[in-house]
């Protein structure tokens, strides 16, 4: 009587294992049926280089617009900066990089004044250069995930901080960094 209870199970482990081989090559199991939905295509993502000579090839096409202002792309989001001439100047400045395809959003800093001297680009060149500094010899902080922008004494952080404790500390030395009037965060976590 052992040798037939052997046999049963050998068959059916043989069996078993079959069964296994088929459903693994086998073609997939059938999708549950109800209503169907379409598959959205994915969005293709734009390298953010490319955004920005985008934009600034918008803005190429109108006059004095390129001169004036400035585009820093983060993960798909614009920072626009610099000192439009007038309001239409702005606004037709934030309009002309929104045409652009692949941004997710357009922060738009841009300022309406024409008092811009010498002395002014030296000094948020230096501010610039100081919270560059700060960031980069700073251990707790990956410097790589921030752009800053200073324009009139106005500095400007865009990225994508690691943690809350990282922004605190990037948001810390941009305060003290001296001869800033004002500090805009538009960083994530």
Same mark, same amino acid.
């Given at each position: 009587?052992?040798?037939?209870?052997?046999?049963?199970?050998?068959?059916?482990?043989?069996?078993?294992?079959?069964?296994?081989?088929?459903?693994?090559?086998?073609?997939?199991?059938?999708?549950?049926?109800?209503?169907?939905?379409?598959?959205? %295509?994915?969005? %293709?993502? !734009?390298?953010?280089?490319?955004?920005?000579?985008?934009? +600034? @090839?918008?803005?190429?096409?109108?006059?004095?617009?390129?001169?004036?202002?400035? !585009?820093? &792309?983060?993960?798909? $989001?614009?920072?626009?900066?610099?000192?439009? @001439?007038? %309001?239409?100047?702005? &606004?037709?400045?934030? $309009?002309? @990089?929104?045409?652009?395809?692949?941004?997710?959003? /357009?922060?738009? +800093?841009?300022?309406?004044?024409?008092? =811009?001297?010498?002395?002014?680009?030296?000094?948020?060149?230096?501010?610039?250069?100081?919270?560059? =500094?700060?960031?980069?010899?700073? =251990?707790?902080?990956?410097?790589?995930?921030?752009? /800053?922008?200073?324009?009139?004494?106005?500095?400007?952080?865009?990225?994508?901080?690691?943690?809350?404790? +990282?922004?605190?500390?990037?948001?810390?030395?941009?305060?003290?960094?001296? $001869? /800033?009037?004002?500090? /805009?965060?538009?960083?994530?976590?």
């Amino acid at each position: 009587m052992r040798r037939p209870t052997l046999t049963l199970l050998t068959a059916l482990c043989a069996l078993a294992a079959l069964t296994a081989c088929e459903t693994a090559g086998g073609p997939p199991p059938a999708a549950p049926s109800g209503p169907a939905v379409a598959a959205q %295509p994915p969005t %293709p993502v !734009v390298p953010d280089p490319d955004l920005t000579q985008r934009i +600034e @090839a918008q803005w190429q096409a109108v006059p004095d617009i390129a001169d004036r202002l400035d !585009v820093s &792309v983060s993960n798909g $989001r614009a920072l626009l900066t610099g000192r439009a @001439a007038t %309001p239409d100047q702005r &606004v037709q400045a934030v $309009r002309l @990089a929104w045409q652009v395809d692949g941004l997710k959003e /357009v922060i738009n +800093e841009i300022q309406v004044d024409d008092q =811009s001297s010498l002395t002014d680009g030296a000094t948020d060149s230096w501010i610039h250069a100081q919270m560059r =500094s700060r960031l980069l010899f700073d =251990s707790g902080i990956r410097s790589l995930n921030y752009t /800053v922008v200073v324009v009139n004494q106005t500095l400007y952080l865009m990225g994508q901080a690691d943690s809350q404790a +990282e922004l605190d500390r990037v948001l810390g030395h941009a305060r003290a960094v001296p $001869r /800033v009037r004002q500090v /805009v965060n538009h960083v994530r976590l």
